[in-house]
């Protein structure tokens, strides 16, 4: 069970977090997390381009490692990077000190000059959050496509995507295996819904 549009009540609970850009343009901010994955990754990269599209890829350090191929490709078409810890840790079943090493791991790993942060899953403490606002903007979502999600079909992932988005958006969906078939069929009708309607798509500053 997941919330597609993160509620105003949400947002006012975690006040230090970016769920959305303010913005008067017609302007989106995609964001994919759990890369870089071979083919998924540069399939997301093919898409984007053939839109003019810029994203954010918050990335897992361990995943970095083991593809640093697919990540230099996602550095060289100009995206913008967030840390997404080393092992996709669960805040809220890890102590802090190890989560706050991991992400520190992940930061090493990447070797990029950005202060964005994403918690898998969402899950992050309080005390957690308190540390990692100190060097560094948690970025959460105003809109989660559910991608990754096997109880919903890729034709409802994008209804509900477009849905709910509007100016300022910040969207999420995974360029991971599991959220691939829903993501591939969404991602291009998504983009070209609202390349239609006048809008641009924009990575996140990463400082």
């Not at 810890?85 to 070797?111: A, S």
């Not at 942060?117 to 809109?143: A, C, N, T």
Request: hydrophobic content about 40%; proline content about 6%.
């Amino acid at each position: 069970m997941f919330l597609h549009h993160s509620p105003f009540w949400l947002k006012a609970f975690f006040p230090g977090f970016t769920w959305r850009i303010p913005t008067q343009e017609k302007q989106i901010f995609l964001t994919f997390d759990d890369g870089p994955i071979p083919e998924i990754t540069e399939w997301v990269l093919d898409t984007l381009k053939q839109f003019n599209a810029k994203a954010t890829f918050f990335c897992i350090g361990d995943n970095v490692r083991k593809h640093p191929d697919v990540f230099q490709k996602v550095l060289l078409d100009g995206h913008a990077i967030g840390n997404h810890t080393f092992n996709h840790m669960n805040g809220w079943k890890t102590e802090d000190e190890i989560y706050l090493e991991n992400i520190d791991k992940c930061t090493k790993q990447l070797n990029v000059n950005t202060n964005l942060f994403r918690p898998p899953y969402g899950r992050i403490k309080k005390s957690q959050s308190r540390m990692v606002l100190h060097e560094r903007k948690i970025i959460m979502w105003d809109v989660l496509s559910g991608d990754f999600s096997k109880n919903i079909t890729p034709q409802l992932c994008l209804e509900k995507t477009i849905r709910y988005t509007r100016p300022g958006s910040i969207i999420l969906f995974h360029d991971s295996l599991k959220a691939s078939e829903n993501m591939q069929y969404a991602l291009p009708k998504f983009l070209e819904h609202f390349t239609q309607e006048g809008f641009s798509f924009a990575a996140l500053p990463m400082n």
